[in-house]
Every structure is written in structure tokens, then in C-alpha cells.
């Protein structure tokens, strides 16, 4: 391993020390990771080492835009207090000075092993580009990471025909049996992404192994940030593809993340494509990542902002959060996601409604607040919209309505504050299920963060999650309908 001795990474981690000490806790996600200081983007290196989830993340901590990308890092005992570590790594070898793009880790023989991807961008004395991914390692004790003498462990020779060397990135390894495996994004020569499956018995030597799958065009173009994992039957290949186009409710234009379900021959290494949904259908998700737990629970993580719509933050001096954490099972053919259990160690100050009857616009004693899990039950359905305002007060809201009719759920954050003209509206088709009790229910999670909103709906089907920049004296939460609406309702407040 090389010597950890790079100025690139200790004038970084100086520039982050000061950073952080200069941001104040309340302007931050009280229980969401959000970046130390600068900007951050896609969660890399999700995973346990020596009983700690370590979460690494692409990271720029000179400002609050993207650029020459470097690991921040964070552990956590529980996925919901997070501790900042100094950033891991920085863009300073000659195969990665463009940049260490994301990527994933693991825990071998007491060392913590990281993956990730090199980035070339150079422009050379006769005009050309010379730009290229390749695929390195770097070994560490949870604290400090040294690359790998030997890097890069894989390149542009390993690529099957066509496949591109520019457009190479993202490793997620595991292990089973007596060998490593990652999976890769690349891009064919049609200019469609593909995910490429490797297999190492040491991690420094690689040999490709199969095309897993690739778009032809119906769900975009590069495909990054793969992960792929089984999940009850099932296994599940988890991507993010650029340049989507919209479709129903289901996709939506640009970068999505998406679950392609389907079956895997791990003898033969075929994967057999069952169906494909989105993993996220609000406003700002993707680039997700799963760890497993030790209690076998598959837990994913993803960057809650997207490329399309970067809702930067103009008045503190860090850019970017993740989604609360979630466990992902597969029931009745779907994947649910649910946030981590560990969030209930949390909640305080219950205030309950039951087989609460309104018609017209309402406020519920107690219930308000911005760092909240919120659960709203419907359970008769003599209306046609129902609205929950929240963040709200006379000059801001974000919106949560639900059309009985159409059987669709928007999310609205037009009137959250925003002073650009970013994307602020999404639906998704939503229904009622019958819940344990044989009834009719239509049921709606809200984790507030002051920042953000996850939506839950019917205990995890589908979720939405959202960002937005609202004054924290906003806090209100109106209830409406146009008819008449029975609903439980549960409002606890979390004290991280
Ligand atoms: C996804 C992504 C990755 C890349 C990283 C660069 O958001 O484009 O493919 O590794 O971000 O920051």
C-alpha cells in the first residue's frame, strides 16, 4: 500500500475541519446525514466494519457545487446518529487526479477494503482529451485509507467489445464463498448502459465475467451506480440511469433509479429480467447503495437530490443529504421499504386522533413541528381530494394531496420558498390497501427532517421523498378535503 501522505488529502480534511466547526447544528438535518461541509452527492462504501456502518460519500468540500470529487466519511452505531470522520480520500494519483468517483467497500480480514473509481481528465500538449475510468482499491482502519500500490485493479482491457472506457464507474463488491464479485455500470457501443459482473480471489486481479443486463434505449442511456443483491426469491439489480424519458406515473424525465427484479443463475451468471418499477417516485432521489446487516436485514441509502433539479442551499455553507435509511423486503412480489427501526428509539411526545372526522380545512391540537414522524390513516372515502399541508404558515407550504378519483398522490413544493424555477411537482398512483383489519385504508408516513420529507404510503409500497428550503417558523399542518374524511392519526416528535 502506498503511503497515506497526500497534501491534496491534508489540506482537504484542514479546509473540512474549519468548515465544519463553522456550521451551526440547527441549520443542518437533525437525524439525516447531511455533507460536513461543501457539497455532497451519491452515497459509496456503505458497510460494516468492526460493528460500525461506515457511510462514505462523493464529496467536494471546497464549496457547495460539484467538483474534483473526494470520499467524505461518517460511521454510525445505528444509521440515525451519525459521527463525521475525516474525509477518506482524495483525487491525487495520476490514475484518479480527475477525480475518485463513487464506489462501495468492504470488510476483509480486519481491514476495511474501499473500491472506487479513478477518473482521468487531462488535456494534453497536442489538444487532445485523455479521459478514462478505471477501477481502484484503497485499505484502511476505519480512519485512514492508503490506495493500493498496484492500482489501477481494473481497466479499459478488461471491457467486453465496444464497451466504453470513458463511461466505466461505480464498483459494488461482495463476497460469497471464496470469491469477491462487483458489479459495474458501463456503456455498450449503441451508447446504452450495461452492468458488468467481475469476479477477484484477492481483490488485485479481476476477470470479467458477464453483461448482467442493458438498456436498449427504454430506460435510458448510462446506467450508474449499480447494486445488485437478493432479496427474498428474487434478485434484485438496482441502477440509476441518465437521460430517461418520462412514463406514466412510473418514470420521469432524466435521472431515475429503478429496480429491475428478476432471477439469477450464479452458475451459468445469467440474469433474467421479471420487471422493472422505480425505487423513488419523489422529487429528490437516487444513486442508492445497500449494506446487509448482521441480522440479515438489507438496508438502502440514497443521495436525497438529484442532478435535474439541485435545489442548492444559498445561506449555509454545505449542499447535500441522504435519505433516512431503509430496509427493503420483498412482499407479495414488491419491494417495500420501511425507514430503519432503529428512528422508533427516537420518538417522543406522542399525540394521537382516532377515527377523526373533517370536512373542511383543520388543524389537529398538537399537531405541527418540522422534526417529526407523522402517520395519517384513511379509513372512509366520501371525498375526492384530501390535502395535507405541512412546513406551513401564511407565506409557505408544501403540499401532499391525494386524488380519490384519479388514485394518484402529488407532492408540491411550489410554495416551499424556492427563488428558481426548479422542478416542484410529482405523481404517483396510489390506492387504498386492505389493511390487517379487512379494511379499506389509505396509509400516509411523513418523516419531516426541517428539510425534507420522505412519504411513506400503505406502510411502504411506494415511497416519495423531497427536499426543500422553507424557513423553520413555517410549521404548521393543515388537514383538507372537499368531502369528508375519517383518519387516525399519530404525530410523534424525534429527539436525535
Ligand atoms: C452518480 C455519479 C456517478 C459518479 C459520481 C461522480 O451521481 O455520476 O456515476 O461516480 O456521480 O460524482
Request: aromatic fraction near 14%; charged fraction near 25%.
Amino acid at each position: 500500500m502506498a503511503q497515506m501522505e497526500s497534501s491534496q488529502l491534508d489540506m482537504a480534511r484542514k479546509i473540512e475541519k474549519k468548515g465544519i466547526s463553522e456550521i451551526p447544528a440547527e441549520s443542518r438535518p437533525a437525524y439525516h446525514l447531511s455533507s460536513p461541509v461543501g457539497w455532497m452527492n451519491d452515497p459509496n462504501g456503505f458497510s460494516t466494519y468492526q460493528n460500525e456502518y461506515h457511510l462514505f460519500f462523493q464529496y467536494h468540500p471546497f464549496s457547495n457545487i460539484w467538483g474534483p470529487m473526494h470520499w467524505g466519511h461518517c460511521k454510525s452505531r445505528d444509521f440515525i446518529r451519525w459521527k463525521y470522520l475525516p474525509l477518506a480520500i482524495a483525487p491525487d494519483e495520476n490514475y484518479d487526479e480527475g477525480g475518485c468517483y463513487s464506489g462501495s467497500a468492504i470488510e476483509v480480514e480486519g481491514e476495511h477494503v474501499l473500491l472506487y473509481t479513478g477518473v482521468t481528465d487531462r488535456y494534453l500538449k497536442d489538444g487532445t482529451h485523455d479521459y478514462c475510468q478505471v477501477q481502484c482499491m484503497a485499505k484502511g482502519d476505519g480512519l485512514n485509507y492508503s490506495k493500493y500500490k498496484g492500482n489501477p485493479v481494473i481497466t479499459g482491457d478488461s471491457l467486453p467489445k465496444g464497451g466504453s472506457t470513458e463511461d466505466f464507474r461505480d464498483p459494488k463488491i461482495w463476497k460469497e464463498g471464496e470469491y469477491y464479485y462487483l458489479v459495474v455500470g458501463n456503456r455498450n457501443m449503441d451508447g446504452y448502459g450495461q452492468i458488468l459482473l467481475y469476479r477477484s480471489d484477492n481483490l488485485e486481479q479481476w476477470v470479467f465475467l458477464a453483461v448482467l443486463d442493458q438498456s436498449r434505449g427504454e430506460y435510458g442511456k448510462m446506467w450508474e451506480c449499480p447494486d445488485f443483491f437478493p432479496l427474498g426469491n428474487r434478485q434484485i439489480l438496482m441502477v440509476s440511469p441518465q437521460d430517461m424519458r418520462a412514463k406514466g406515473y412510473e418514470f420521469h424525465n432524466g435521472n431515475n433509479s429503478i429496480f429491475i427484479y428478476g432471477y439469477y443463475d450464479k452458475a451459468t451468471y445469467h440474469f433474467e429480467r421479471e420487471k422493472v418499477t422505480s425505487v423513488d417516485y419523489g422529487l429528490d432521489f437516487y444513486a442508492p447503495q445497500t449494506l446487509q446487516t448482521a441480522d440479515g436485514r438489507r438496508i438502502m441509502i440514497g443521495w436525497m437530490q438529484s442532478w435535474d433539479a439541485k435545489l442548492t442551499n444559498d445561506f449555509w455553507n454545505w449542499s447535500g443529504m441522504m435519505t433516512l435509511p431503509r430496509e427493503l423486503i420483498l412482499r407479495k412480489g414488491k419491494i417495500y421499504q420501511s425507514p430503519v427501526r432503529e428512528l422508533e428509539c427516537y420518538r417522543k411526545n406522542k399525540i394521537e386522533y382516532t377515527q377523526k372526522r373533517i370536512s373542511e380545512r383543520t388543524v389537529l391540537n398538537g399537531i405541527k413541528g418540522r422534526i417529526i414522524d407523522l402517520q395519517v390513516d384513511i379509513t372512509e372515502f366520501d371525498f375526492h381530494y384530501f390535502a395535507i399541508h405541512f412546513a406551513y404558515n401564511e407565506e409557505y407550504e408544501m403540499l401532499l394531496q391525494y386524488n380519490h378519483l384519479r388514485k394518484c398522490l402529488t407532492i408540491d413544493r411550489t410554495h416551499s420558498g424556492l427563488v428558481r424555477d426548479v422542478v416542484c411537482r410529482r405523481k404517483m398512483a396510489a390506492e387504498p390497501f386492505i389493511s390487517g383489519t379487512q379494511k379499506e385504508v389509505l396509509s400516509l408516513r411523513l418523516l419531516l427532517d426541517r428539510y425534507s420529507v420522505e412519504v411513506f404510503l400503505n406502510e411502504g409500497e411506494k415511497v416519495m421523498s423531497a427536499v426543500f428550503h422553507t424557513p423553520m417558523e413555517a410549521d404548521g399542518i393543515v388537514f383538507d378535503t372537499d368531502g369528508t374524511v375519517c383518519m387516525n392519526v399519530v404525530k410523534y416528535d424525534l429527539c436525535v
